[in-house]
């Protein structure tokens, strides 16, 4: 996952022979930098809104299944995503995705009558979507 040009403006200001303190915004903490910067990140600062937590299992085995399964090491980004999956999965109840990665959910059609909420009919996204609805 590239973290744009974070690495290479690192890179730059640690060969230009600068003697500057560097720190960058949660974005740029990922193993990429690490890998892309070797020793010219020794001593980054960073603010996160997140990190792995070598010491919290749940948090590396999360980790570990998300670079297994995307082929990556995940990212803050990564990270608030799922945390919005997740938020939006509690909010709105199951939601499914096939295997292109298109949604997969129902709704339900209601209408008010005499002030209430009154269910008519069920209504499934991917078949009125496919069907130009």
């Excluded at 990190?51 to 297994?68: C, G, I």
Aim: hydrophobic content about 35%.
């Amino acid at each position: 996952m590239d973290q744009g040009a974070t690495s290479q403006i690192i890179n730059q200001i640690r060969t230009s022979g600068w003697d500057v303190s560097l720190s960058t915004n949660g974005p740029g903490t990922s193993q990429q930098l690490i890998d892309l910067c070797g020793e010219n990140c020794e001593g980054l600062l960073l603010t996160t809104p997140f990190f792995f937590d070598p010491e919290n299992e749940k948090e590396m085995a999360w980790r570990d299944e998300f670079t297994e399964r995307a082929g990556f090491a995940p990212t803050v980004h990564s990270v608030n995503a799922y945390d919005c999956a997740l938020l939006i999965s509690e909010a709105t109840g199951q939601i499914k995705f096939d295997e292109t990665g298109s949604l997969d959910r129902r709704y339900i059609i209601c209408e008010i009558v005499d002030g209430e909420y009154v269910k008519r009919a069920g209504f499934d996204y991917p078949e009125q979507v496919a069907a130009g609805k």
